[in-house]
């Protein structure tokens, strides 16, 4: 590959996906982030379907590495972004982007792994994988236990009466406000039918469980995004 700037998978959307040219090869791959976003595409992997992608990638922290334990946890969301392009920025000044072309793995290499997968190389940079017992569904666990970040979630209810009020325009507009401040990774809204909310004349809306007025969700996004 003459370029490795994958512009269209960076960034902290759960699932990114593109398409490129190599050795004259059209490749789908597909790059994940997040254990919640894991399990839908491993279903399907599983029951042997065609997923349309031939390479993917799973990062088990929203967002990638940047987001993981490892880092200080970021005061706000905008520090993501920043961090982010600090990589890219040591990425596009080093000497060496392609590991391939780094001389000290050349000489690891020749001097002691022989050749790529090797049974030397194999051993030792190889690893597998055993089934362990218990749930490991990703649909036990709560958002927070995938991040290290303060995690929120709204519902919108989906009852009959509430959508006759608008409940699915409601739950766009959450969803695409959302997406606009960056703040997907770490706010989850669903949109969900409960109990029948005849009583109600306006929409059912919560926050972490909390039930809220639709009217006030402009506040609530500053408040939340000031929680992150």
Do not use: W
Request: proline content about 4%; aromatic content about 6%; charged content about 25%.
């Amino acid at each position: 590959l003459e370029s490795v700037d994958f512009e269209q998978v960076r960034g902290f959307l759960g699932v990114k996906e593109s398409t490129i040219i190599a050795a004259g090869k059209q490749i789908r791959v597909a790059v994940i982030s997040g254990l919640a976003n894991v399990e839908p595409l491993a279903e399907r992997i599983i029951k042997g379907e065609d997923t349309g992608y031939d390479l993917i990638e799973v990062m088990a922290c929203p967002g990638g590495c940047i987001c993981g334990a490892g880092h200080p946890v970021p005061e706000k969301i905008d520090t993501l972004d920043k961090r982010q392009q600090v990589l890219i920025n040591i990425d596009k000044t080093s000497q060496y982007r392609k590991s391939q072309e780094n001389p000290d793995i050349l000489r690891l290499y020749d001097e002691f792994y022989g050749s790529p997968n090797s049974p030397t190389a194999h051993s030792l940079l190889h690893t597998e994988y055993r089934q362990q017992s218990g749930d490991s569904s990703c649909a036990n666990r709560k958002n927070s236990d995938n991040s290290v970040f303060v995690t929120h979630e709204f519902v919108v209810c989906a009852c009959d009466s509430c959508v006759k009020h608008g409940a699915l325009d409601l739950f766009s507009e959450i969803h695409s406000r959302i997406k606009t401040l960056k703040m997907e990774p770490f706010i989850s809204v669903k949109s969900i039918r409960t109990r029948e909310c005849s009583e109600n004349k306006s929409i059912s809306v919560t926050l972490d469980g909390k039930k809220i007025e639709p009217k006030a969700l402009r506040d609530l996004y500053k408040s939340v995004r000031e929680s992150i």
